[in-house]
Each structure stands twice: as C-alpha cells, then as structure tokens.
C-alpha cells in the first residue's frame, strides 16, 4: 500500500476497496463510515440486489458509489448506470462519483435533457465507466438505437420511491427492458413507502434490504423543526419575519407552483435578499447557473418547486422553509433533509394556514415529524434580537486605521460620548425591521384552532365511515400518491 492510504481510517480500509478507491476516501476527509455505508457496503460488495433506506444527508451516495467503483474499476465500457430524478441530482452525484472514483481513473458522463444528445453519445463512446441519467433522455437514448453496448452491470435507482412512483415508473419499467439481465440493482432512498417497497421486490432479484430509519420519526435527527399558523394573507411577512429573525446562512424556500417560486423570488429580491428561483420551466442554462450561485454562495436564498426537494446537497443550507407545506408526506422528509446534512445541525421551518391542517397531522402521522408549533416573533422581538446581535458584533469588532483617523477628526468638534451614539445609531439605521407588528396566531391561539379542526375532522370522519366503511382509506392513499410536482 502507499503512504497514502496508510493514513485512511482504518473503518474504510476494512472493507478491502482497491488502493485507488481509498484514495479518493482520503481526498473527500471521510473519517468513519456512516451507519448506511457500514451495512451497504459489505452487501453491494457480494453483488446482491440491494434496497437501502437511510435519512436524509447520511452517505448514501458514496454508500453504492464506492463498492460499486471498485467493482467496475479497470473494466471498460460503462460498468455502472445511475438514474435520478432530476438534472441538478444527476450532476451532483457523477461530481461525487468522479471525487470519489478520479484515483481508479473512472470517467463519468452525466446524461439529461436540455443538452446535446451528440455531445453525451461521444462522451459515453469515448470511454465512459460511469452514466448518470434522468430517465427521460436514457430512455430516448436507448429506444433510439444509438446507444450501442449499453450492458451496466450495475444499476442504482437514486430516490428509488420517486423513480417508481407514477410520473417515472413507466420509463423506468422501459429502461429496464434495454438492460441486462443478470445486472445487479441496488435502490436508495431516504423514504419507501411500503407499495414501492412491494413492487421493489418483483423487479429486484432476491433482494437484501437494509433500513436505517429510525420507525418512528423518518426526519434526520439533525434537524430542528418547527411550524407556525398564519392567516393566508401573512404568508410573505411571516416568511420576511422568520428570515430576519433566524438570519440564515443560507436558505431553500419550498414552493408549491412554479409560478410562487417566481413571485417570491422576485418579491425578496425586490427587499434586498440575495434570492433567485429553481424550477422545471426555467433552461437549462438558467438552471445551472443558479445552483452554480447558490454553491458558491453568490445567492444565498434559493426559492424552488420540488425539483430541489430530493438529494441536493448544497454545503451550509441552515434553514429550510416551507412557503406551504408540501401535499405528500414523503415530500416534507425530502425537503426539510436540504438541511441537517452529514452531522450538522439545521432548522426546518413550516407556514401553515389553518386550511393546511389536514396535510400537517397526516405528515406528523404518517412520517413521525417532531414538529414544534410557534409563534412569529412580533417586531419587537426581532428589534430586541437586532440589538443582541449587534452588540455582540460590536464587541467583536477590530479596529481600522481609518476609525482612528475619522475619531480624532470628529473629536474637536464632538464629544466622545455623542460620537459614539451616532455611529451606533448609524449602523441602527441598516437594521430597520419592517413588516407588522404581530403576524399569525400566537401558539395558544394556534393550539385551539388545531384541537376544533381535529374535532371537527374526526366527527366528520365518523360520519364517513359510518357511510362508505373501508373503502376511504384506500381513496386516500392513491390521492396523496398521484400528487407529484
Ligand atoms: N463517511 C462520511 N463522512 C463524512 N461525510 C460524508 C461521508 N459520507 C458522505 N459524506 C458527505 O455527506 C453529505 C451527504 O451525503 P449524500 O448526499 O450522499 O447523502 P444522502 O444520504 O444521499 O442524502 P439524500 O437522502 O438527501 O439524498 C455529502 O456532502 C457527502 O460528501
Ligand atoms: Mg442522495
């Protein structure tokens, strides 16, 4: 072995990956497996089918991308295929994949709408070992014919229960149809609803399944999770408000419709927030571009559709905001797990109107959310936070040549005291908070609304059921499944 991968945590160095492979673990600084990677691992290395359900933010990436590297390293031809959900997703996992794998020499392509068919043909022909796909364009690729010796032997579905799900299914089945056989597939997810989990097992081999999810709460631990009731009319302030106060350091805001994503971008960035929006309708370029910004941090505040709920990875994100909460409760653990990624904490904050209700206790319910209820601090509470903050930043200032020059020139005139109060005050001015004083309901008032809705809803329940019996339950659950972005 070389010196360098003398130094690789000895955790990785016990799964036996050729020295190229823990190489690239030493260049991405992984110190210990995460718990998904200690038992994928092994498993994907014996070359059984694999479904793998693990939180948000905890490795799954690198959990099939590292044995799976290290099985098709020094083959040719593409040894592995992995489909995303969308194009954002799909660059994002072959930039890892190309960390993680550079050392073994592993070249990876990413194929997606949007771009050149030709350009991603000559990559791949030219040698590729790796294709990152959305569905779309590798089906078109492969029913076009054009895609000649296309035989992964290994086949990832990233956000497996998405894939699956109505909107893909199709294409995926088709995809299927072009791939070999005997391939070995392995299906990732942080959520998997137990119809996926059914239909899994007819198009998987025999397959092991491990999940780390804890069966009570599918949220990453990470993140602290709070809501908050408002009247519909509110919902921007509240949002100002909440931005204001818990002053992120950067910020997805989710959206329902492509057509909020823009107003509300342009409602920030129209108050002075560095904001831009992501969604489907936008070119590819437009798209690139501002994940591209919000990586470096050129924007701070992202405002998107789903498109970005599943998988990103963006390092910083401190807050997620639910503009509205999400239909699916799946959709919430994806969107609020932008946050609290690889072991640091994040914060999750959900607007909700009471005509909402319904969708909070269901995702309360059915995904175990510990979400908190709050009150929009009023603008008092946020001055009084202002004037925390800033004198604490005082405090921490160091002083520049140039104070000293503008002090003893104002301090003939004025005297030290007064020079003071009108720096301080001068820096007071940039802080003004605007908005209402008081947004939403305050937590009592919230906790009544929801105890008369729940009433309401079970008495309504009751009636229902008394009417049409078990067939409701059934409605239901097709209802929040077709209900994809
Ligand atoms: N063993 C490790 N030690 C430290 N960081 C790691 C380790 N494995 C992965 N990471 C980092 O953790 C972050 C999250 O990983 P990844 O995107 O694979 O999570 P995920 O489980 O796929 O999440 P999601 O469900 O949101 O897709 C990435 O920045 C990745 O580089
Ligand atoms: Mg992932």
């Known amino acids: 072995m070389s010196d360098n991968t003398t130094t690789i945590p000895s955790r990785f160095l016990e799964f036996g990956f050729k020295n190229e492979i823990n190489k690239g673990i030493l260049n991405a600084g992984f110190k210990v497996p995460s718990p998904i990677q200690e038992k994928a691992i092994p498993i994907i290395k014996e070359g059984r089918d694999l479904v793998a359900q693990a939180n948000t933010g905890t490795g799954k990436t690198a959990a099939f991308g590292l044995p799976a590297m290290d099985k098709i390293s020094g083959f040719k031809g593409v040894g592995l295929l992995v489909i995303t959900p969308t194009r954002e997703l799909a660059t994002q996992v072959a930039d890892e994949l190309y960390n993680l794998g550079k050392y073994a020499g592993i070249k990876t392509v990413t194929v997606y709408g949007g771009s050149s068919y030709s350009r991603q043909l000559g990559l791949i022909e030219r040698g590729a070992n790796i294709v990152v796909a ?126 909020e994503v823009d107003r509300l971008a342009d409602t920030l960035i129209s108050r002075g927030y560095d904001a831009k929006g992501l969604h489907g309708d936008m070119d590819q370029r437009a798209r690139d571009e501002v994940i591209k910004n919000f990586r470096n941090s050129k924007v701070n505040i992202l405002v998107a559709t789903d498109v970005a709920a599943r998988g990103l990875d963006v390092k910083g994100v401190s807050h997620v905001f639910n503009y509205h909460i999400p239909f699916d409760p799946e959709s919430y653990v994806h969107r609020v797990g932008r946050t609290g990624r690889a072991g640091i904490k994040g914060e999750a904050i959900t607007l909700i109107a ?101 009433e309401n809803n079970g008495r309504k329940r009751d009636q229902r059921g008394r009417r049409d019996g078990r067939s409701r339950s059934r409605n239901r659950n097709n209802r929040s499944r077709s209900r994809r972005r």
């Open 354 to 454: 009471p005509i909402e209700f319904k969708e909070l206790l269901r995702i309360q319910k059915s995904m175990g959310a510990p979400i908190e209820l709050k009150t929009v601090p009023s603008s008092f509470d946020l001055q009084a936070k202002e004037l925390n903050d800033l004198t604490a930043e005082i405090e921490k200032t160091d002083i520049k040549d140039e104070a000293t020059i503008i002090l003893s020139a104002l301090q003939n005139e004025t005297d030290i005291t007064e020079i003071a109060l009108k720096a301080v005050s001068l820096l007071l001015s940039k802080h003004s908070s605007k908005g209402p004083e008081h947004i939403g309901f305050s937590e009592k008032e919230a906790k009544r609304l929801l105890e008369k809705f729940k």
């Open 134 to 259: 959305t569905p779309g364009r590798l089906k078109d690729l492969l029913s076009s014919g054009k895609l000649r010796d296309f035989n992964p032997e290994i086949v990832v579905l990233d956000e497996a229960d998405e894939m699956l799900d109505m909107g893909f299914l199709e294409d995926i089945k088709d995809i299927f149809s072009y791939l070999p056989q005997n391939r070995q597939t392995i299906l990732c997810s942080a959520t998997m609803p137990k119809p996926i989990r059914l239909l899994a097992d007819k198009i998987l081999d025999n397959p092991a399944t491990v999940s780390i999810v804890d069966k009570d709460n599918a949220t990453n631990k990470d993140i602290k999770q709070s809501y908050y009731v408002i009247e519909e009319r509110e919902r921007t302030d509240a949002l100002i408000r909440l931005i204001d106060h818990s002053n992120p350091q950067k910020a997805i805001i989710f959206c329902r419709m492509k057509i």
